[in-house]
């Protein structure tokens, strides 16, 4: 896996008050990642930094557009990204990455890196079904979407008030009160 040092933030470097980092994401940083779910990505992340005495405070906010497979044609579509994920960065005796919002650096530590948490936030910024634009408003003209239609069940009509007496009698022990 890539060390991604364009993510690492030498804070130390930096006087207290607000910083701003942006990243351009494409699809090899999921590749190193060894994520290949999408076929293209195309993200701006921009980190709000701000440094104080004793923590740093991030908020990563994620835009932009990752290719992917529909789930029901196979079609390839772009679908919108967007997210956000803050960070509390604080000082502690050892490193601990456990919680999803704080991260503990040791003393003496004098940068760290956000590649990961970029990562984890994008990803689960892609919605787990993913339905091409199209056949949600019906534009996509498509072999697979053809062949969905053909093999979709038809409705059958069948008559609502035609009821089995078996049931009836259940139904009136809710009405007798």
Known sequence: MTTHKEF????????????????????TFFESF????FNAADIVVGVDFNKTSTVMELEMKARGTVNVACDLTNEPFDQEVTASLPLVVKFGDDY???????LVIPHGEHQFNIAQYVYEMLVLAVPQK??????KDGSLKSEALKKLRELQPKESKTDKDNTDPRWDALKDLLTDK
Do not use: C, M, W
Not at 8 to 27: C, M, R, V, W
């Open 130 to 135: 993913r339905v091409h634009p199209g056949v």
């Open 8 to 27: 690492t933030i030498p804070f130390s470097g930096l006087k207290l008050g607000a910083h701003t980092f942006e990243y351009q994401i494409d699809n």
């Open 34 to 37: 060894e994520y290949v779910e």
């Open 96 to 102: 601990n990455d456990e919680d999803d919002e704080i």
